[in-house]
């Protein structure tokens, strides 16, 4: 395909690769280079792009989600401090938000890696479940019990606080 189509790919995706790393992360520049690096990525293998294995919004977030999963171990082993986890990195409270609902962001930095990750794809990715299970390779019906369940434990936090209390 050429460039041309990459770019009105860029302009349609941006904003859902950009919207996972937000629910992903707490750090706005983390968000915005790996972001970058997604689509420096795509661009690069753009050319072996098969839009009949998968859609353009699936195959950008599992880029964005293999850098995602490379960032936070670089993250942890840059860190060398014993029982660093990937909860706690990603949910640094001193970083600049990313534009999220201060409460949502709390809720969210309560998830494991894991729960925070689908909860990333689905809803700042805008994937729908079995778009999901084809980019974690986990069965649809794990992704949406993973999905419920974090979602249950997000709204029990949120119902907890008071809207816009401090936690």
Known sequence: MPVR?????????VSLVYGFFA?????????????????ERALRAWGRYDHKRASPS????????NLLVDHLRS????????????????????????GLDPD?????????RRDRELIALRFGG????AEIAAVTGLSLS???????????????SLDAVPAGAEA
């Open 5 to 13: 189509d990459f770019a009105d790919v860029y302009d349609q995706h």
């Open 23 to 39: 629910y992903a992360l707490r750090s706005r520049a983390d968000a915005e280079d790996l972001s970058q690096q997604t689509f």
């Open 58 to 65: 699936t195959w950008l977030l599992a880029i964005a989600r």
């Open 75 to 98: 993250v942890r082993v840059s860190q060398a401090v014993d029982d660093v986890s990937l909860e706690a990195v990603a949910a640094e409270p001193d970083r600049p938000g990313l």
């Open 104 to 112: 949502l962001e709390r809720a969210l930095g309560e998830l494991g």
């Open 126 to 129: 805008d994937l729908t479940g």
């Open 142 to 156: 794990n992704v949406q019990q993973i999905l419920s369940r974090s979602l249950r434990r997000m709204r029990a």
